[in-house]
């Protein structure tokens, strides 16, 4: 690899560390200069001390959060698939179910929190299913459109060396079906984190989103504010994961990428 390519590497990995910098010198000189309560809008600084101050607090609240995130997000993951794989296979299963879950998508998820917690009750049951609602739609999408667009002139010349139609999904379908994948996960797993702090909000005495109600409630903006900080990093750093594992087994997919 060139010196200049190197150098471009590092730029783009430093860019996003840079702009957060500059937003945050921003963020904290308008609040200094223009005196802004922290009850209105804290100051990162005051974010800060809150996050220290409350950080075993928080942490609680994160773990419950994250790992009822990680139930919904797997469950999106086990049915998007399998769903995908129907819809991506069959053109009639296609023109069947695609409008429907078109049409469900479409629907706010927070509408179905109040439903789950008359069948489930509340606690960790709504969560995670609106986790789940939440969050299968774009792997079922990927998955179906990976399969669907499959070459037709590379299917008629499997075909004409003897694979089957299954053949032809699961030793080509599939591995052409796994960048739409991965790409899928990137985004399913920050609306995961999304409705079940949604959930918790409403249904829940436990996790991020009962934290942002209570401190609400209490006026402690800073705290508040302390919690959505801490969703969107456990958010960037799946994000992040599911982006190394994407370039290690999908490297192949991506012009000018090199796994090493």
Not at 28 to 33: E, K, M, N, R
Not at 52 to 73: D, L, P, Q, S, Y
Not at 166 to 190: E, H, Q
Request: hydrophobic content about 55%; overall charge positive; some cysteine.
């Amino acid at each position: 690899m060139s010196s200049a390519a190197v150098k471009a590497r590092r730029l783009e990995a430093a860019a996003p560390w840079a702009l957060l910098i500059v937003g945050l010198f921003l963020w904290q000189g308008v609040c200094t200069a223009f005196d802004v309560s922290e009850f209105v809008f804290p100051s990162p600084l005051r974010i800060w001390e809150q996050l220290v101050e409350f950080r075993g607090e928080i942490a609680k609240h994160a773990w419950r959060t994250f790992w009822v995130t990680m139930a919904g997000f797997g469950l999106a993951i086990v049915v998007g698939v399998l769903l995908g794989f129907l819809i991506g296979s069959s053109r009639l299963a296609y023109a069947a179910i695609y409008p429907l879950m078109t049409g469900f998508n479409a629907l706010p998820k927070a509408a179905f929190v109040p439903v789950l917690v008359v069948w489930f009750g509340i606690g960790i049951g709504p969560a995670i299913l609106t986790a789940f609602l939440i969050s299968f739609f774009p792997i079922t999408v990927n998955i179906a459109t990976g399969l669907a667009t499959l070459e037709p002139e590379l299917e008629d010349v499997l075909r004409v060396l003897g694979a089957r139609r299954w053949d032809v999904l699961m030793k080509v379908g599939l591995p052409r079906s796994m960048p739409y994948f991965f790409g899928s996960l990137k985004v399913a797993i920050t609306l995961a984190f999304v409705g079940t702090t949604v959930s918790e909000m409403t249904a829940s005495n436990e996790g991020i989103g009962y934290l942002l109600v209570s401190a609400g409630s209490a006026m402690q903006m800073g705290l508040a504010f302390a919690g959505l900080v801490v969703v969107g990093a456990m958010a960037m750093v799946m994000y992040e994961f599911f982006s190394i594992v994407e370039k290690r087994l999908t490297g192949w997919a991506h012009r000018g990428s090199q796994v090493h």
